[in-house]
């Protein structure tokens, strides 16, 4: 088929639990994706290479990135827990969401609770998928796509107008603008996993089950 | 003891622990994470499990014996190890969990103290079995068997 290795692919995990770490890691490498793990989204941010005492809100033209920390390890996806102690995974995600470096690294949350109103807000927020716990391997399944748009799109930086310059095969028939945000969409959701849908959004996107 | 039978034993004593619900389909799930490569895994998380258990019952014996109960601490604690005893697929110490955290919403201590007894007991029967497990394992691999699927 031609495509890049997976292993060029780079997944930063965030979970407070060790267990899960173990267990997220060996999913991820398994998948071939490269691994960084770290137990909390404070840590998470530093690794991303924002500070959380950056203004990065007040000055858009300069890059919210530290020049001291290595934003050379380039991250394709974050999957993250959604209760941890201090910083949950809402919170990053939505600090992820806000920088103007970060924003389009999509967000994965992992929740071992079944709370609608909790994944609404997170799909909401720009979460690309909402995972119920434990996580199995055909839960990562749905990573790849997430990660190629990103790759496809570093191509045309940000300000891409309407019209969407990769229409992706996959969702069709769908206008969208160009953030990966409100997008819960996925084929081939596995049977068990009961996920209750998320409220219907006004661009008529699909909704996985 | 002669390798076939320490095969069979694993194999009928491995079932009898799905069938009780000691484990349940997440621990599969484990054992298919398991590979050449990385032919300590399960064993690597299982002591992860239990390092961070008893850190936890310890956690939750002192929480339980203040004068002032935290039961947000309390419940705090629980819900890890409801989480990670999911993980790995302790079916019986992640149920004996959701009927402590009821007791820590409704701030019954009698009630919590019986759970975390509760607790107690199913997570040293699944660690009792799962050493014993692992040392079948160890048996048969030591005898140049390997371990049947």
Avoid: W
């Amino acid at each position: 088929m031609g495509m890049a290795a997976d292993s060029e692919f780079h997944v930063l995990a965030v979970d407070d639990s060790i267990i899960d770490r173990k267990l997220i890691e060996r999913l991820l490498k398994t998948s071939s994706y490269q691994v960084t793990t770290v137990d909390s989204g404070s840590k998470a941010l530093e690794f991303l290479g924002l500070h959380e005492d950056l203004h990065d809100r007040i000055d858009q033209n300069t890059p919210s990135v530290s020049p001291n920390n290595h934003q050379e390890v380039e991250v394709n996806l974050v999957i993250t827990d959604y209760c941890m102690p201090g910083m949950t995974g809402y919170d990053l995600l939505k600090k992820i969401k806000e920088s103007s470096s970060l924003k389009n690294i999509p967000v994965v949350i992992m929740s071992s609770e079944n709370v609608p109103s909790r994944i609404s807000r997170c799909l909401e927020e720009g979460a690309e998928e909402f995972f119920l716990k434990p996580v199995r391997l055909s839960d990562l399944n749905k990573l790849r796509p997430h990660m190629l748009k990103t790759k496809s799109k570093d191509h045309c930086k940000e300000q891409v107008d309407e019209k969407t310059a990769f229409p992706s095969p996959k969702q069709e028939g769908k206008e969208e603008s160009n953030n990966n945000k409100r997008k819960a969409t996925e084929e081939g959701v596995s049977p068990e996993r009961t996920r209750p849908r998320p409220r219907p959004r006004p661009n008529g996107i699909t909704t996985m089950v | 003891m002669d390798l076939v039978k320490l095969q069979r034993q694993l194999v009928d004593y491995r079932a009898s622990l799905y069938h009780e619900c000691v484990l349940d389909e997440q621990f599969t799930q484990l054992q298919q994470l398991q590979d050449e490569n990385n032919p300590d895994f399960v064993v690597e998380v299982v002591s992860l499990f239990f390092e961070d258990s008893e850190r936890l019952l310890n956690e939750l014996t002192k929480a339980l014996e203040q004068q002032s109960i935290d039961f947000k601490r309390v419940d705090a604690h629980v819900h890890q190890l409801k989480g990670s005893s999911s993980s790995i697929g302790a079916q019986r110490v992640q149920k004996s969990c959701i009927a402590f955290r009821n007791y820590c919403e409704e701030q019954n201590v009698e009630g919590c103290l019986a759970c975390l007894q509760q607790v107690r007991i199913e997570y040293s029967l699944v660690k009792t079995k799962l050493e014993y497990m692992f040392q079948l394992e160890q048996q048969i691999l030591s005898s140049g068997g390997s371990i049947p699927i």
